[in-house]
Every structure is written in C-alpha cells, then in structure tokens.
C-alpha cells in the first residue's frame, strides 16, 4: 500500500472566513502580530498501488473528482 | 514574517467518521484498493517572527491553545 497525502485549500481570492474567525481569535488570547491565516484540509489516503507515479496519478484523480471543489479550491497530492 | 504551517490530525484510536464517510465514497466512485483515510486540519498561519524557532514555539503555543484540540487531536508545526 502507498500512503498518498492529499492537501486542499481554498484558491487565491476565495473568501475564507474560517482563517478570519481564527486571526481574530489568536489576536483575543493575546498573540501579537498574527498575518493572514488560511485554513484547509488534509487527507492522509492508503491506495493498493506500489508505483509512486501511478499512485499520485490515482490521488490527483480522487482530489478531482471528490476530495476537492475545483471551482473554489487547489489541491497537492505527495507522498505521506 | 514567517509562515508556518500547522498540522492537526485525529490521534490514533479516535474514531474518524470523515475519514470514514471518505472511504466509502471513494470505494463508490469505482476507486479499487482504497485503504483507510484520515482527514485533519493544516492552517498556514503568518507570525511577525524572523526566529525560525521561536516563530515554531509560536505556532505551537497557537495549537496548544487554539488550533488543537489536544485531548483528542495531536499537530505539528513547520515552516511552510
């Protein structure tokens, strides 16, 4: 089994008011000088596929057709 | 500033109901040979900190405090 890592976040210029609500939040508990935060999510998937190439080619498959949107979102596939 | 990159996944033995749900759907969509599927949370967060390791520090008093909840979730925190 290959263990693929998945990583998706939100485009350039796409709202993301999760990473506002936590900039806010760091700067309430008293942590200074916090720049933007951008938040996303990682998937950690094991494929049946020995062949790092064709595993990464089956991750960026899977990211397209489920694991992201790809009107609002990017996404990464590596090795985990 | 500095930009790190904060990972936050379920620890091990929590149940996964995302990472469940992911593995079904992809198993429906025809994908053979998918094993489990854990799903986290990665954030990049800009600190005003040149230190590369007091910025670390930083990120992982933030994930201490914030952006983990470390009962049930375990992070790490890098450089981006």
């Known amino acids: 089994m290959t263990k693929l890592k998945v990583t998706v976040f939100p485009k350039a210029g796409v709202l993301d008011p999760q990473g506002k609500a ?5 700067g ?7 720049g933007e935060v951008r938040v996303g999510k990682v998937m950690v998937v094991e494929v049946n596929e020995a ?3 064709r ?3 089956l991750g960026e498959e899977m990211a ?9 979102e990017s996404f990464t596939v ?3």
Chains 1, 2 share one sequence.
């Open 22 to 26: 936590i900039e806010r939040a760091l």
């Open 28 to 34: 309430n508990l008293g942590f200074a000088g916090v």
């Open 51 to 53: 062949d790092p190439a």
């Open 55 to 57: 595993a990464k080619a």
């Open 64 to 72: 397209r057709r489920l694991l992201a949107n790809t009107v609002i």
């Open 78 to 80: 590596e090795a985990a």
